[in-house]
């Protein structure tokens, strides 16, 4: 299983945070009372006890099956066009990179590469390609399938723009014997490692040598075929995917998974995914906050499921289209973070499991800024921000305008997601009493990606999972903002904070990186081009069979290669496909 080298961000919505929370990260250990976790609720008392790892009691043993819900289908199953947790949690069992990031130490190492060296100047990385790996359909994988990948990764043409941000100082990339190829950065780039050793090496004759845009719509997208321990079976659109073991793996025994298949549903109503999993069709299910607290805490529950509760590297917003007028000043925009009661909300519908925050950067991270204050509920500041920047109701309407344009956008949300729904009915209650109209849309997560891309949206509800070593630069540099299906969806230009990003890269010290991520997050908390929601403590509850559950620091956390389910309480037996 790929363990992500690469440090994107990767966008997520609230729902799909849910239904990937498996990737969620946690390092302590032990267990604590659920009442502990509930306090700041008001939870009952004399709940059963949470959960930060499971024992292995026992040497590891191969079979049975680990059924997931995705909650939505992946908008595309080819790595180098995939930017979503979605698509990754299904392409890190098939393909894989010239190195992984070791989840324990954090320390890179080979994977597809059997090695690689770097120069004196520090900017240049040359990797031996690994012999005897073979793709899934049983061909060997060569020089020519790396070099291929890295072509289209850097095809312009390709819908890869987020990714090939963290190529913009690139020199080249070429082959530089029969079974190696050099990564060269025309500056020093403290990624440069991860970056170079992190693009997913795809089968060049599978996708027909595919270029520019005819490789976005190959068939090969949806079939995938890679080098990783699982390999492709059936995509049942809206119901099932499957992966299944892949005997012809180069790896090592710890290299694979103990599981036999893993099977992902497409569960969109909560209800009935919850109904899937205590059925026991579903083996790990994100719990949503509300039935934390009062299903999961049953007795009966808890005796049939492991209980578990980590910190999961992510935070959530709500994210404003700056090329709107209505959001085009930040007096605007900060009036609007004041219009939100987010310590009622973290009450009330995430019951105490989320926390506000301030920054783009996860709070537990060692380059968070302590130094932002809270923006709270206020509407009279809000109120004060608003007239000083225009609005008022000229007309008597009831409704703020400016310039005959009334204050009044869309915000779209992904389907499937109660807390979500909440928080922008709570939103839009505050808005309409402050003169602002508040529209809201729901979407499925491939649609709603569609829109962000091509920038046809007012505002959107979202989140993003962190990398351990940030570089702000895929989100928050002003070359990103002009560029469709970017990830820079406000259109956030800043000319100070694109020399801070530009110095990040260049400083290869952490502890220098960190006052320059610092002053990056103030200039970002001051302009508001994000109403900055919560993190939130997540919690997972995993089928009982399951053994050897730990979490690591970084994405994606969890290592499934370390479940096991002991022999005699196997589920499933393997089915040919």
């Not at 492709?232 to 998974?257: C, I, M, N, S």
């Not at 105490?352 to 204050?373: Q, T």
């Amino acid at each position: 299983m790929k363990t992500h080298p690469i440090v994107l961000a990767l966008c997520l919505s609230f729902a799909l945070a849910l239904s990937t929370a498996a990737t969620g990260c946690k390092t302590t250990r032990g267990t604590r009372p659920a009442e502990e976790a509930g306090a700041a609720a008001g939870a009952q008392p004399s709940l059963p006890a949470v959960a930060t790892e499971v024992s292995a009691e026992g040497e590891p043993v191969s079979g049975d099956w680990l059924v997931r819900n995705l909650g939505s289908n992946p908008p595309t199953l080819n790595p180098i066009l995939s930017n979503d947790t979605s698509s990754g949690a299904v392409l890190a069992f098939l393909f894989e990179s010239l190195v992984e990031r070791d989840l324990k130490t954090l320390d890179y190492k080979p994977l597809l590469a059997e090695s690689w060296t770097v120069g004196e100047d520090q900017r240049t990385f040359t990797f031996r390609i690994r012999q005897g790996v073979k793709f899934h359909d049983g061909t060997p994988m060569t020089i020519e399938d790396v070099v291929f990948s890295y072509e289209r990764m850097l095809d312009p043409e390709v819908d890869a723009a987020e990714k090939r941000s963290y190529f913009s100082q690139l020199e080249h990339i070429r082959q530089t014997g029969p079974d190696t190829i050099e990564c060269k950065y025309k500056e020093v780039y403290f990624l440069a490692l991860a970056i170079c050793g992190s693009v997913e090496i795809i089968p060049r004759h599978y996708y027909g040598g595919a270029k520019g845009k005819a490789f976005n719509t190959q068939p090969a997208n949806e079939k995938p075929v890679g080098t990783g321990p699982l390999r492709f079976v059936e995509w049942k659109r809206g119901e099932t995917l499957t992966l299944a073991r892949f005997d012809g793996y180069w790896g090592p025994k710890d290299q694979q998974l103990n599981v036999e298949r893993m099977l992902f549903r497409f569960i969109v109503d909560p209800e009935a995914e919850f109904i899937n999993f205590t059925k026991g069709d579903q083996d790990t299910l994100a719990v949503r906050p509300e039935k934390w607290f009062r299903e999961a805490a049953e007795p009966g529950f808890a005796s049939k499921f492991h209980r578990l509760e980590f910190d999961f590297p992510a935070y959530f917003y709500i994210g404003w289209n700056m090329r709107k007028p209505q959001f085009a000043d930040a007096n605007t925009r900060v009036a609007l973070h004041h219009l939100i009661d987010r310590d009622l909300i973290a009450r009330q519908i995430y019951r105490g499991l989320a926390r506000p925050i301030n920054s783009i950067e996860f709070d537990k991270s060692p380059y968070w800024n302590p130094h932002l204050a809270t923006r709270t509920y206020d509407p009279q500041k809000a109120a004060a921000l608003l007239a000083q920047a225009g609005w008022t109701d000229s007309d008597g309407d009831g409704i703020l305008d400016r310039d005959g344009q009334r204050l009044e956008f869309t915000l779209l949300i992904v389907q499937g997601n109660p807390e979500g729904e909440q928080l922008a009915t709570n939103f839009q209650d505050t808005l309409k009493r402050a003169g602002i109209r508040l529209n809201i849309a729901m979407l499925d997560w491939a649609n709603l990606l569609k829109k962000l891309d091509k920038r046809d949206f007012d505002a959107a509800m979202l989140g993003w999972a962190l990398s351990v070593d940030p570089d702000p630069y895929q989100l928050w540099h002003s070359s990103q903002a002009g560029i469709e299906g970017s990830s820079n969806y406000p259109g956030f230009r800043n000319p100070r904070v694109d020399e801070l990003i530009e110095m990040n890269r260049r400083e290869l010290d952490r502890d220098r990186r960190i006052p320059i991520l610092q002053e990056i997050q103030k200039i970002i908390y001051d302009e508001a081009p994000y109403l900055f929601l919560f993190s939130r403590r997540s919690t997972l509850a995993v089928s009982n069979r399951f053994r050897n559950i730990r979490f690591y620091t970084p994405r994606p956390c969890i290592d499934y290669r370390e479940w096991f389910v002991p022999r005699q309480l196997q589920k499933y037996t393997p089915v040919s496909p």
